[in-house]
């Protein structure tokens, strides 16, 4: 019996490493096979002792000076649905079904939480909606975490670079995060 354990340590570990390249290989296929949208997003803090280098995601849509906040939000734990335009990523409406949230205009529904705030745009305050797809990182090596936080400091006329949070949305309404673009320059996620 004692002669046998090292093996059943052998065989356990290599069936945890077989699961958690089955578990990689389907969350890739999902993020491939899901429809691609670009979220607008804010910058925050790129750095964490405990979980290593990577850019936080805001998914923050600004709404025009005067522009009231959507009448419908909801926390994410509420479970309900946001409906996106696949073409800007723009926040359309929520709702409690899929069905309900795409009537409100978008043509992309995912999983979310939406809840309105007041930020500071161009030395004014404007409302501005925050989107909750489950996406709130984007992990990197040091060297790269610190040049995509560069070109989030960095301003343009006075104004921040346009930063976007790349996302597949599977038939299952989950947001997969595939990449950031920052300044033009996409970069991917990838496992390899």
């Known amino acids: 019996m004692i002669r046998a354990l090292p093996f059943r340590i052998l065989a356990a570990g ?3 490493v077989a699961v958690l390249v089955a578990l ?12 691609e949208v670009n979220l607008p997003m804010e910058l925050f803090d790129p750095r964490n002792l405990l979980t290593g ?9 600004r709404l025009a000076p005067g522009q009231a906040c959507p009448s419908r939000t909801q926390p994410i734990q509420e479970g309900g649905w946001l ?16 069905e309900a949230a ?3 205009g978008g043509d992309v529904a995912v999983r979310g939480g939406v809840y309105c705030s007041r930020v500071m745009i161009d030395r004014a305050e404007a409302n501005a909606v925050i989107l909750d797809v ?5 992990h990197a090596d040091q060297d790269e975490a610190e040049a995509m936080e560069k070109v989030l400091r960095a301003r343009r006329d006075g104004r921040p670079l346009p930063a976007f949070a790349v ?3 599977g038939q299952d309404g989950r947001a997969r995060l595939k990449g950031v673009i920052l300044d033009g320059k996409r970069t991917d996620l990838t496992w390899w």
């Open 24 to 35: 990689v290989i389907s969350e890739d296929r999902a993020r491939a096979a899901g429809r």
């Open 83 to 98: 409906a996106l335009r696949a073409a800007d990523g723009r926040f359309m409406g929520a709702g409690d079904t899929r």
């Open 134 to 138: 489950g996406v709130d990182r984007f």
């Open 102 to 104: 795409l009537a409100a």
């Open 167 to 169: 996302v597949s949305v």
């Open 53 to 61: 280098h990577f850019v936080a995601l805001q998914l923050t849509q």
């Open 14 to 16: 290599l069936l945890l």
